[in-house]
């Protein structure tokens, strides 16, 4: 079975301070995507990255950048130097190639200014 | 503009009145999919459609139903809806296997069942 665990319910943090969130997959698969989404106060769905599995370089985009370690199931997501606009719920995914997507249960990030 | 729009956004009805949430892309998409999004549950996969006339079920298919009978639409039915069917919808689209390229969300459809 497949599962995504996002295991920080909530962070809060001061304005420009780096934040990380964790995002833990479980697969039996070895073929399989992961992604982010953003999901603002305003309620939308924000598509932030997708990685394959046979994909281990590490990503950044600007302030945002992501870990992908398959020795340890993990796909984190870091933001630097964090701003109010930063603030919404952080979805992780996994994807098993197979059309079936399974979401974690999010981690609301707050950053206060 | 590129889009997948849902209707209706609010929806309040009560127990065991059917009801119908319509989702449409315009980007000639294959793929879509319906999600329900709940506090603490993240979003969870009802139904997803490879291509017209192809579906199959998420992981919490148990009272919807859903049809694509055309490539650009893909309606979420609620024949006896229940309270616990309380949720944010999101249908979504994407243009070939879901593993392979970006979903674009609808807007979210925020249903109540009294």
């Known amino acids: 079975a497949q599962k995504v665990t996002q295991a920080q319910t909530e962070i809060s943090v001061v304005e420009k301070e780096d934040v990380t969130l964790d995002c833990v997959y479980e697969?039996?698969?070895?073929?399989?995507?992961l992604f982010w989404y953003k999901q603002p106060p305003s309620g939308e769905l924000v598509f932030l990255i997708r990685r394959n599995s046979f994909d281990e370089q590490n990503e950044i985009s600007g302030r945002y950048s992501w870990n992908f370690q398959k020795s340890t199931s993990s796909f984190n997501f870091t933001i630097t130097a964090s701003q109010v606009v930063d603030s919404a719920v952080y979805f992780c995914?996994?994807?098993?190639?197979?059309?079936?997507?399974?979401f974690g249960p999010g981690t609301r990030l707050s950053v206060l200014p | 503009e590129a889009q997948v729009t849902q209707n209706p956004r609010y929806l309040i009805t009560v127990t065991g009145k059917k009801l119908t949430v319509t989702c449409s892309q315009n980007?000639?998409?294959?793929?879509m999919s319906w999600y329900r999004q709940d506090p603490g549950l993240g979003l969870r996969q009802i139904y997803y459609?490879?291509?017209?006339?192809?579906?199959d079920k998420g992981d919490v298919p148990e009272g919807y139903k859903v049809s694509r009978k055309e490539k650009r639409n893909f309606p979420l039915i609620l024949e006896s809806p229940s309270p616990n069917q309380t949720s944010l919808y999101f249908c979504?689209?994407?243009?070939?296997?879901?593993?392979?390229?970006?979903?674009?969300f609808g807007p979210g459809t925020r249903l109540t069942v009294l």
């Open positions: 980007m000639n998409h294959e793929y």
């Open positions: 979504a689209s994407s243009l070939l296997l879901a593993g392979t390229d970006t979903q674009y």
């Open positions: 459609s490879m291509n017209v006339e192809v579906t």
């Open positions: 697969t039996r698969d070895t073929t399989y995507y």
């Open positions: 995914a996994l994807n098993n190639y197979g059309q079936n997507f399974v």
